[in-house]
């Protein structure tokens, strides 16, 4: 089905698309990398622009701005975030617009190999005539989160150019560096001052997600004995050995990401560094119930406590400090947000889904520091990888609950 904000939200995700704002966790900076202002900047001339009020940058990198209320209800905030995953090239994006879908395979320009076919892709087989963007196959095409911003930058227009359409006050943040989970900065949830929010972040049309996992992070640090190895006999304790044992004693058929789905947490092993001297293993503990996710750690202690027993030479410490938290906890005190994202969906001819996320997202951080914030869908599909495509009419859709929630609020 076509809509009156197709071609806009088309030209809008090309453009922005376009710009590279990839993260970088390495980064100590914030935002992590100076590329992010280059969108962040054309957001803000851009809201300019269509009449948005208190437009700014803030010092830590968030795109702020209001669109005054038409009438009575709460302060309703919706957020994009503007970096693309570190996890695939994202440098000299060149988005495609294949209009009309016609059924068959996508094939990429730079990539005469690479397919985009709805064999492996079944949602793309239900989108016969509707206008699918990809990237040109080299790199991402940041649809996550360039489809949430489209979609946001849309909306906020269609409601200054129409003051007729009533809605309370609504804040737009724009954030940096989702994907490397820092995109929330403490001051953020004070200077945004929403009531309650939506991050434009999910996929399919008609999902509504207010789960997330609960994270921890966890650094075992391993201290040996150092000694020369050709006089080493009966003093060297190696700490790469000890390392490779808390590593090997940790469960590998169950409770890693790759033995795990649904509602299963785990513990995974992301880094492995040291000497023989000193070794250092960082963990993420993940599960949905807070129980669960004790567990996990109080497991991982108690095998560095059993390695240390053998070897009292060396010394194994194990800090666990927390990520984020499962938006349920919150949200389930008050559904209020969810349950008018859930009447704005059902108002677009869709049943709303909420599956729970096994990742984290923006909202949950904001959620836990007392803004509650589902998540919303925007259309995006196979993100993160060169095969990553949006509908144009999925987007629309987006937009369109965009309106109903900023509609919805004014009544209640
Ligand atoms: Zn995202």
């Not at 806009?8 to 590279?20: S, T």
């Not at 038409?70 to 570190?86: N, R």
């Not at 087989?125 to 360039?146: F, M, P, R, V």
């Not at 009292?312 to 400090?321: G, S, V, Y």
Request: glycine share 8%.
């Amino acid at each position: 089905m076509r809509s009156d904000f197709d071609t806009e939200l088309e030209q809008r995700l090309v453009r922005y698309c376009a710009v590279d704002t990839q993260s970088d966790p390495d980064s100590p900076t914030s935002p992590s990398t100076e590329i992010q202002y280059d969108l962040l900047r054309m957001l803000e001339s851009e809201l300019t622009e269509i009449g948005a009020s208190d437009v700014r940058i803030t010092d830590y990198g968030v795109v702020l701005a209001t669109l005054p209320g038409t009438a009575e209800g709460p302060t309703i905030g919706m957020l994009a975030h503007v970096d693309t995953a570190p996890a695939y090239n994202a440098t000299g994006v060149k988005p495609v617009v294949h209009r009309s879908y016609n059924g068959g395979d996508i094939t990429f320009a730079d990539a005469p190999e690479l397919r985009l076919s709805p064999e492996t892709s079944p949602y793309l087989g239900e989108k016969l005539g509707e206008d699918i963007i990809t990237a040109s196959g080299t790199t991402l095409l940041g649809a996550d989160d360039k489809a949430g911003v489209a979609i946001i930058m849309t909306a906020a227009r269609h409601l200054l150019a129409n003051p007729d359409i009533p809605h309370g006050p609504i804040r737009i943040a724009f954030t940096p560096d989702e994907e490397i989970g820092r995109g929330v900065d403490p001051r953020l949830p004070k200077d945004f001052g929403a009531d309650f929010a939506y991050t434009f972040d999910g996929s399919k049309p008609g999902e509504i997600e207010y789960e997330s996992f609960s994270a921890d992070g966890a650094v075992v640090r391993i201290t040996g004995v150092a000694a020369h190895p050709g006089w080493a006999k009966g003093k060297l304790v190696n700490a790469l050995h000890l390392a490779a044992k808390v590593i090997d004693t940790l469960p590998q058929q169950t409770l890693t990401p790759e033995t795990t789905e649904g509602r299963e947490g785990f513990i995974h092993v992301t880094d492995m560094r040291g000497s023989a001297a000193e070794a250092e293993i960082r963990f993420i503990l993940r599960d949905f119930e807070r129980d669960g996710l004790a567990a996990k750690g109080a497991l991982l202690e108690r095998v560095c406590a059993v390695v240390a027993a053998g070897e009292p030479q060396a010394r194994i410490d194990c800090t666990i400090a927390p990520q984020y938290r499962n938006m349920r906890y919150w949200l389930e005190d008050d559904m209020t947000p969810v349950e008018l994202a859930r009447s704005a969906c059902r108002e677009l001819g869709l049943e709303p889904n909420s599956v729970a996320i096994r990742g984290g997202t923006d909202g949950s951080r904001l959620t836990e520091m007392g803004v509650p914030t589902p998540n919303v869908f925007t259309g995006m599909q196979e993100i993160h990888g060169p095969l990553e495509w949006v509908s144009v009419q999925d987007m629309a859709l987006a937009v369109n609950m965009a309106l109903n929630i900023a509609k919805a609020g004014a009544s209640t």
